[in-house]
Structure formats: structure tokens, C-alpha cells
């Protein structure tokens, strides 16, 4: 049986009207006209056909979810802002809690906090801090769901300065696996606080707490492509400059093909460049002053500067990462940018099968590494830099070269002098192994689960 067949069965078996009935939001099912929109996620890749999804509005629409499928024996996805690079968000058979509509944010300006919802997606987050001048760290792409990259741990712009997105919680109201509605802080269920921090949960948050941190002047960003073979000495450059790079500074040099546009000189287009691109949260003027050594290589072909907005520096690769598009994303830390790993660095980004793929060094110094290890279930604090191998691609029949290229550059990288483990965001596929993942914070994470979901209703390791 197919797996459309499959979840028609599955739901014809249920007694979804019954269940749909008592909700304050709504049911879609296999039957229903909305549901071949419903099942997608924005990772094309991702093709599930689950049993039905429930649009939550309230948290009493969560627990109605959660005790319906441990009643009946359903297995149990939970999705937010339905980014979902993993697709661990749907699964075909499967009930898909879904708090898209719970998308909210309380900002109070005078405690530095926010509370959001689960459905709320960075752009909105960014908006109502940023009317009051605050700010903490939220990925680099305004689309991006809050629940799913804080629970994966969470990288921005702001991380060096501030941490990881998880690092800045404060507490999580969480339904839990017996239908249970805690609250999860340093002083209490300060376990299961510590699995959210990075590591998921046993059950479905409705409710993030975040600190919240001054940013209320312009940050300037700095653009620099540099020709294949100029990356090596490059990264050289770079690996000396994040000796001591300052917090306020986050470079993140990439791997990507030109594009075809006015700004690129007519004869690169299509190719693929190393580009050094970096942003600074503090004054940028002297964030200028930082980056002059990147920004006035000689061996540029194409160079920029552009101070801006923090909202609009948020909002600038959103066109990139189109709603549809297939992406298989991993990542590997590396506790030092050695020599062979820059020797990698070019080899793999001109392999990939897709010239809209990328290969993305990103820093992990400042904030994110002064905190303890066993702060959160994020492993790779320790590492000097992460290498994010990230395909995109749109046909189709494609997958399967571009899974490979991914897997076999990650292969490659790890082979080398790599920490355990991965960033949660970037852990490549639905239900990746949790050791692979957390490395020696699995058992611990294990526990967790066990306590606040005995009976297994989630078995997926992240929303």
C-alpha cells in the first residue's frame, strides 16, 4: 500500500470527527481539498502523507492532540513555523500537531524578555523586538520557524555576541507526553529545560520565553567573492582573524556560485567563488574598521558594505531559500580550521551536483563558547568553526547525487580531527541517530524523555 492509501486507511479508522469537533481550530484529513497543501512543509524534499492534521489554537487544542494519539495508538509529529529542513515535522501515517495559527509575541521592553508562540516565525520576532530596540539571536532567514531552530540549538548573526538562540531561554510552557502542561525554567522541571535548550522535547511547547538584548542602532554587513583559487589563502587569513575576533563580529565565509546579475563582473557568472561575508553588531563604523582586511582584498572581483537595519540584514537571504525548493543540510564541527580542511573546502563546493548548493564556515566563538558544555544538549561549543554542507536543488531526480554529495563531503570532513556530534538545525534527515546528533549528551537526553514521555508518543527527536 502506498503511503496516500496508507494514511487515507489510517484516518478512515480514527474517529476524527469526533476528535475535530472539540477543537477550537480545525482538522484536515486525506479527504479534504486543503490537504495536499496542508502535508507540505517548505523543504520540497519532504513528501509525507499523514493521517491528519490539526490546527491548533490553543493549548487545550495541543493536549486534545496529544491525548488522541496516545489513546489511540497514533504516532505523533509536531509542527511550528513548517520549515523543516529534517521533515521530522510530518510523517506519513502520523497525526501532525500543527501551531502555525498560535503565532504570537509579547515584548516587555522594560524587562528585556519576550514571550512567543509557537507558530511565530523570526520575522515576527524581529519586528516586535526591534520596535523597542532589543533583539536576541534568530537564525538568518525571516521565514525560519522560532520552535524548530531554538529546540535544534539556533545560530544567527547575534550567536557570537549572545549564543546559540536556546542559550537565551528562560522557560518553556510545555505539553508534555502524558498531556501534562508544565513550565519548564532554571529553578523548575530544570531537566526538561535543559533538553529544550538544544535538544527538543518530549512534547509540544506552547509558549517560548527569551532574553532579550539592546540592538538599537544600524549593523553593517560586508560582502567579499574571491575567485576558487584564491580560498585557500583566504581561509588562512580567516582562521588567523578568529583567533580573537571580537563578539560584536561574526564572519561566516561560503562557498557559492556567482550569480547573473549586474553586480557580478559578466564573465564570472555561474561560477563557483569563495565569498567572505560577515556582519557586526556594534557601532559599524568601526565594525568597518574590523573588516577592512577582508573588504579590501586585492584579489576580489566583486566586493560590498551596506550598513542597514537589523530587521532588513534578517530579512536579505530570504529569496535564496525559496518555499518548495529540495534542501538536504549536515553539518560537522572541527575544533581547528587546519590545513586540510581548508584543502577540502574547494574540492567539495565544486563537486556539488547543484550550483544553487552551498558550503557555509560558520564561527563559534564569543558567547557561544565561554558557556559550559552541559549547559545545553548542543554539542560543538568547543570547535573552532562548523561546516554546514548545504544542498539545494529542484528537480526532483536529483536527490539522491545531492543526498550523496552531502553525505560524502560530511564523510570527508569528519574523517579529519572533528567533534562528536552535530548542530541539532543541521543534523541531516527526519530521525538521525541521537548519539550521531548529541554525541554524549544522548543519554542524558534519553532520560528526559522517559520521564515526560513514557509511552513513546513522540518519537521523533525534534519538532
Not at 194 to 203: D, I, Q
Not at 383 to 401: K, Y
Request: hydrophobic share 40%.
Amino acid at each position: 500500500m502506498d503511503a496516500n492509501r496508507e494514511a487515507r486507511a489510517i484516518a478512515a479508522s480514527l474517529p476524527f470527527d469526533q476528535f475535530s469537533s472539540g477543537l477550537d481550530g480545525s482538522l484536515v484529513t486525506p479527504t479534504d481539498d486543503a490537504y495536499g497543501a496542508a502535508r507540505r512543509v517548505w523543504n520540497g524534499m519532504v513528501n509525507e502523507y499523514p493521517a491528519a492534521i490539526a490546527y491548533c489554537e490553543s493549548t487545550a487544542d495541543v493536549r486534545a492532540s496529544v491525548a488522541f494519539a496516545r489513546e489511540h495508538d497514533v504516532d505523533l509529529t509536531v509542527r511550528s513555523g513548517g520549515h523543516s529542513v529534517s521533515g521530522a515535522s510530518v510523517a506519513s501515517g502520523a497525526l501532525v500537531v500543527d501551531c502555525s495559527r498560535m503565532e504570537w509575541v509579547r515584548v516587555d521592553p522594560d524587562g528585556r524578555t519576550a514571550r512567543v508562540g509557537p507558530g511565530a516565525t523570526w520575522g515576527t520576532v524581529d519586528r516586535a523586538t526591534q520596535s523597542f530596540g532589543l533583539a536576541t539571536p534568530g537564525g538568518v532567514f525571516s521565514d525560519t520557524g522560532v520552535a524548530g531552530l531554538t529546540l535544534g540549538g539556533g545560530t544567527g548573526y547575534l550567536s557570537p555576541k549572545h549564543g546559540f538562540t536556546a542559550d537565551n531561554l528562560r522557560s518553556v510552557d510545555v505539553v508534555t507526553g502524558e498531556g501534562e502542561r508544565v513550565t519548564a525554567g532554571p529553578d523548575q522541571h530544570s531537566d526538561l529545560f535543559w533538553a529544550a535548550r538544544g535538544g527538543g522535547t518530549p512534547g509540544v511547547v506552547t509558549a517560548f520565553e527569551f532574553d532579550l538584548h539592546p540592538l538599537d542602532h544600524d549593523v553593517l554587513y560586508f560582502e567579499s567573492w574571491l575567485p576558487v583559487d584564491a580560498a585557500s589563502d583566504a581561509l588562512r587569513a580567516y582562521r588567523e582573524y578568529q583567533g580573537d575576533a571580537p563578539d560584536e563580529a561574526c564572519v561566516s565565509p561560503y562557498f557559492a556560485a556567482v550569480p547573473a546579475t549586474a553586480d557580478f563582473p559578466a564573465d564570472r557568472h555561474g561560477e563557483f567563488a569563495f565569498v567572505l561575508s560577515g556582519v557586526y553588531a556594534g557601532d559599524p563604523v568601526a565594525g568597518r574598521d574590523e573588516f577592512a582586511p577582508f573588504i579590501d582584498r586585492a584579489d576580489a572581483f566583486a566586493a560590498s558594505t551596506d550598513t542597514m537595519a537589523y530587521t532588513d540584514l534578517q530579512t536579505m537571504m530570504d529569496h535564496d531559500f525559496p518555499d518548495g525548493r529540495h534542501y538536504f543540510w549536515k553539518s560537522v564541527p572541527l575544533p581547528e580550521l587546519g590545513d586540510d580542511a581548508i584543502d577540502l573546502f574547494a574540492d567539495a563546493a565544486t563537486n556539488a551536483p547543484s550550483d544553487l548548493s552551498t558550503v557555509v564556515v560558520w564561527p563559534m566563538h564569543g558567547a557561544v563558547e565561554r558557556l559550559p558544555d552541559e549547559t545545553s544538549p548542543v554539542v560543538g561549543r568547543d570547535a573552532a568553526v562548523v561546516v554546514n554542507v548545504e544542498a539545494a536543488w529542484d528537480d526532483p531526480m536529483a536527490t539522491p547525487e545531492n543526498v550523496q554529495w552531502v553525505r560524502e563531503t560530511c564523510r570527508e570532513f569528519r574523517a579529519l580531527d572533528s567533534t562528536p556530534g552535530t548542530l541539532p538545525n543541521f543534523a541531516g534527515g527526519s530521525a538521525p541517530d541521537a548519539a550521531d546528533v548529541y554525541a554524549t549528551h544522548a543519554d542524558r537526553l534519553r532520560r528526559v524523555r522517559e520521564r515526560y514521555d513514557p509511552a513513546g508518543v513522540f518519537r521523533y527527536e525534534r519538532e
